[in-house]
């Protein structure tokens, strides 16, 4: 199975502040990477799939790079709606593994 | 609107075997292929399988091998899952997600599992 190792685990952050959340791969998985984001009670809601292309409907201030091993998620100004957890997952190969999860705190 | 609605809270024994269903309204439900995801308590996402009902096909992630058996229902537009052999870890809320080969981009809004004696 492909392992996935996001950091930080948690985030002390604050509005308008911009953030960076890292997930690495234990192997090349080209861009078959996707980020969410979870608030509590809730489901998953995709931000960034193939790495770096922005779903519909999702604000421009998050974005998403990287290929091969190594990817981030970026949000440039934390707004007080983005307070929630972050996933990354590959769909490079099954299982469709996910990331830990990146926590973010006021 | 397109959606998923989730089968509503089960309550089940240990050693006893539950199905948990999922059932698209509004698109194509053939065009898509259907996961499960589950999240422990406090804990993050773990995914456990996917199907494409198109070709009847299932895939599963290693550990729930043996135990977990995923169909769909064209006619109804409504993805099963079936885990036996339940156990108390077994636990936590059960999401469907629908998507492509690439991503999930429609979840459900899960359906808890408590597994007690």
């Known amino acids: 199975d492909i392992q996935m190792t996001q950091s930080p685990s948690s985030l002390s952050t604050a509005v308008g502040d911009r953030l960076t959340i890292t997930c690495r791969t234990s192997?090349?998985?080209?861009?078959?990477l996707n980020w969410y984001q979870q608030k509590p009670g809730k489901p998953p809601k995709l931000l960034v799939f193939s790495a770096s292309n922005l779903h519909s409907g999702v604000p421009s201030r998050f974005s998403g790079s990287g290929s091969g091993a190594v990817f981030t998620l970026t949000i440039s100004s934390l707004q007080p709606e983005d307070f929630a957890t972050y996933y990354c997952q590959q769909t490079y190969r099954i299982p469709h593994s996910f990331g830990q999860g990146t926590k973010l705190e006021i | 609107q397109v959606q998923l609605e989730q089968s509503e809270t089960a309550v089940k024994r240990p050693g006893s075997s539950v199905r948990l269903s999922c059932r698209a309204t509004g698109g194509t439900f053939t065009s898509y292929t259907f996961s499960w995801v589950r999240q422990a308590p406090g804990q993050g996402l773990e995914w456990m399988g996917r199907i494409v009902p198109i070709l009847n096909e299932a895939n599963y992630a290693q550990r729930f091998q043996g135990r977990l058996s995923l169909t769909a229902d064209k006619s109804t537009s409504t993805a099963y899952m079936q885990l036996s052999s339940l156990r108390s870890d077994d636990t936590a809320v059960y999401f469907c997600a629908r998507g492509t080969n690439v991503y999930d981009d429609l979840w459900g809004q899960g359906t808890l599992l408590t597994v007690s004696s």
């Open positions: 192997e090349d998985i080209s861009t078959f």
